[in-house]
């Protein structure tokens, strides 16, 4: 299998005359990140460079023996539950756990459900209650999931799928059974005294923002769909797939960062690193 050395990472910057260079985990993350990174700096033009998740480990390795005139982007996972979040003047990370995590947020989902059904009234406070349910109702298995991983106990806690927690899996209704949840966890046999410890010390921290977020991304898709669905009760039923969501959460993105605190923050802390970047080529 093929795999980059050091020395070849190290001088990744050579290969891209008059550009800057961020690694990122993979092609899908491109677009995401293109929102934040500006797209020249200087006379540098903006190159994503995906390398996949197996090896961003060794661009990031680079970057802490200061060999790199490159940046890399990446999500948080639950390095911020554990405090090992990276920090670096090259280093870009969501501050949440993924960047699904980070696009779908109240406003953009709500911006997708008026263009779908062509209500531009559709009142906001469905999403951000919505949101709650989810915040209220997934916050054990946010632990459990984190411990199963934090112990490597090699179980599995959250795919990709939200069915098997909601209350009406046929329907596909976005309302989710808290015993079904209860019950969920209590099969995993985690210690009970530590479960408690950390439920305690995390207990500031939302699952929409912090558990994983292809789970999470798989939850707001059906509350997407059952919305749309519900306000188009005389037209034929309409199913969002997946990439069609994705893209249209990264366009909303960009359109919310201006109303969106979270995403100003990481608009401003790419810009800074790009420009520290350009520094370093320009030196």
């Not at 990472?9 to 491109?30: A, C, P, S």
């Not at 439920?199 to 769909?225: A, T």
Request: glycine share 4%; proline share 3%; with cysteine.
């Amino acid at each position: 299998m093929f795999s980059r050395t050091s020395s070849g990472i190290k001088n990744t910057d050579l290969f891209y005359r008059n550009k800057y260079i961020v690694v990122v985990e993979g092609q899908d993350d491109v677009p995401f990140w293109g929102i934040f990174f500006p797209k020249e700096v200087a006379g540098y033009e903006c190159k994503f460079k995906p390398v996949g998740g197996s090896e961003i480990k060794k661009y990031l390795d680079e970057v802490y023996n200061g060999n790199a005139k490159f940046a890399v982007a990446l999500d948080s996972d639950y390095r911020l539950f554990a405090g090992t979040i990276y920090n670096h003047s090259q280093i870009v990370e969501t501050y949440v756990y993924s960047i699904e995590n980070a696009i779908i947020q109240p406003q953009t989902l709500a911006t997708i459900i008026r263009v779908e059904c062509r209500k531009e009234d559709y009142d906001i406070k469905n999403v951000e209650d919505w949101f709650e349910h989810f915040d209220q109702t997934m916050y054990d298995l946010m632990i459990s999931d984190y411990l199963i991983q934090k112990e490597c106990l090699g179980k599995e806690c959250l795919g990709k799928s939200c069915f098997r927690f909601l209350e009406n899996p046929k329907a596909k209704v976005p309302i989710f059974n808290t015993e079904k949840i209860s019950d969920f966890i209590k099969s995993l046999n985690l210690t009970e005294s530590q479960f408690e410890l950390v439920r305690e010390e995390l207990k500031d921290y939302k699952p929409s923002q912090h558990i994983r977020g292809h789970f999470f991304f798989g939850s707001s898709l059906c509350f997407v769909n059952y919305e749309v669905n519900r306000l188009r009760p005389n037209k034929v039923k309409r199913s969002i797939a997946n990439d069609d969501l994705y893209t249209m959460l990264v366009l909303a993105c960009k359109d919310s960062l201006t109303v969106c605190s979270r995403l100003r923050s990481l608009h401003e802390k790419a810009i800074q690193v790009a420009q520290k970047i350009v520094e370093l080529l320009s030196a």
